[in-house]
Structure formats: structure tokens, C-alpha cells
């Protein structure tokens, strides 16, 4: 994914899985799960990656943090 905002350090996204990767400036990861490739585009597009993500993201998938699997 493009270079993410800075309140976002790093992204991904597996298609396979449905699983959108996020990962902040402190190195916390979450991971969403079953997010359709149309909303991960969009999150990848989105001007400020901070509020789509808390807009369209947070909230309404399930959320996992990284070390808690």
C-alpha cells in the first residue's frame, strides 16, 4: 500500500484473507478482519489515513491486535 499518513507507520493488505494490517509510529499492530478490497482501496487512497481509518475501519470490523492471536 502507499506510504501511510503520519499517525500510521505501516499498512497491508491480503486479498486472500481479507485481513487489512495497520501499524502505528510506537510499532503496535492491529489487524481488521474481512474487509472487502473496495474499503482497503479506499484506505489506501484516502488523503488522511488516520480518519478514514477511524471512519470507515474502526469499530465495524473485528480488530485484533498484534501478540493477542
Same mark, same amino acid.
Given at each position: =500500500?502507499?506510504? /501511510?499518513?503520519? %499517525?500510521? %507507520? %505501516?499498512?497491508? #493488505?491480503? /486479498? =486472500?484473507?481479507?485481513?487489512?494490517?495497520?501499524? #502505528? /509510529?510506537?510499532?503496535?499492530?492491529?489487524? #481488521?478482519?474481512?474487509? /472487502?478490497?473496495?474499503?482497503?482501496? $479506499?484506505?489506501?487512497?484516502?488523503?488522511?489515513?488516520? %480518519?478514514?481509518?477511524?471512519?470507515?475501519?474502526?469499530?465495524?470490523?473485528?480488530?485484533?491486535? $498484534?501478540?493477542?492471536?
Amino acid at each position: =500500500m502507499k506510504l /501511510p499518513s503520519s %499517525a500510521i %507507520a %505501516a499498512t497491508s #493488505y491480503d /486479498p =486472500m484473507t481479507r485481513t487489512l494490517g495497520v501499524t #502505528y /509510529p510506537s510499532g503496535v499492530a492491529y489487524s #481488521y478482519t474481512d474487509v /472487502p478490497a473496495h474499503v482497503a482501496a $479506499a484506505f489506501d487512497r484516502a488523503e488522511s489515513k488516520g %480518519a478514514f481509518l477511524v471512519k470507515h475501519i474502526k469499530g465495524k470490523y473485528e480488530t485484533v491486535k $498484534a501478540g493477542d492471536i
